[in-house]
């Protein structure tokens, strides 16, 4: 009875279907909405561990990642942020580079990682990514900033452009302006401000992203596809 039992298991373990991530559509995927800061040391590090663990594994396949930046819409137009004009600035290239490649968000992710340089480490002097604090800001910066375009094949050209003009203002202002009617709290609800689906995921201070190596993230995204897709496989890194 045993022997017949395990010979069914290996039958079914050998003609299981294998992963194919192109056949999840949109609407079984978890959606995961993250308020960031470009100087906020944490919020290099969650996107560098949020490149790490989940571009770069099968959970990238049940995933679909939002982000807007945190800052003041001011009635105006222009936007405030908490590390000053250099910080708006790097937002507004960011978000740029994340309008242009839509509905791309993994290159647009590997674009922001790729500036902030490699890798991000918590460290003592805040520094956790070498380049953060150049980006939109010194020649340092600038030269991180085409490199990384010519690595993901983007038009450096056109990026640049809508980094210093009004358009891209705009789009820097629209994405504050969420965040603002959303009343997401930085600092507060996490730092970055994380959602999985309707879920607040982070917590007060959160910023913990690379002590837990994405372990709660991917598992939240996990169980949030399971209890939406109940009958659906599972991604391979789910059951790691």
Request: charged share 20%; proline share 5%; with cysteine.
């Amino acid at each position: 009875m045993i022997a017949l039992l395990l010979s069914a298991v290996c039958i079914v373990g050998l003609y299981a279907k294998p992963w194919n991530g192109n056949d999840i559509k949109e609407e079984q995927k978890v959606n995961v909405t993250v308020y960031i800061e470009s100087y906020c040391p944490c919020s290099g590090q969650w996107q560098f561990d949020f490149q790490k663990y989940v571009i770069n594994t099968t959970i990238q396949d049940i995933t679909t990642l939002y982000r807007w930046w945190d800052g003041k819409a001011e009635a105006d137009g222009n936007v405030t942020c908490f590390h000053g004009p250099d910080e708006c600035a790097a937002n507004q290239l960011n978000q740029c580079v994340q309008n242009m490649t839509a509905p791309n968000w993994q290159l647009w992710l590997n674009y922001t990682a790729c500036i902030d340089g490699y890798p991000c480490v918590p460290r003592d002097d805040l520094q956790y990514c070498p380049y953060q604090y150049d980006i939109a800001k010194n020649e340092k910066g600038l030269k991180q900033e085409q490199m990384c375009a010519q690595k993901y094949n983007l038009d450096w050209d056109a990026i640049n452009e809508c980094s210093t003009s009004k358009a891209g203002l705009q789009l820097l202002w629209e994405s504050a302006k969420h965040g603002n009617e959303a009343h997401e709290e930085y600092g507060i609800q996490g730092l970055p401000v994380v959602w999985v689906n309707e879920t607040l995921f982070s917590t007060f201070w959160d910023c913990n992203a690379y002590q837990t190596k994405m372990v709660p993230m991917v598992e939240a995204i996990c169980d949030a596809y399971k209890m939406n897709n109940p009958n659906a496989q599972l991604p391979p890194d789910c059951n790691q």
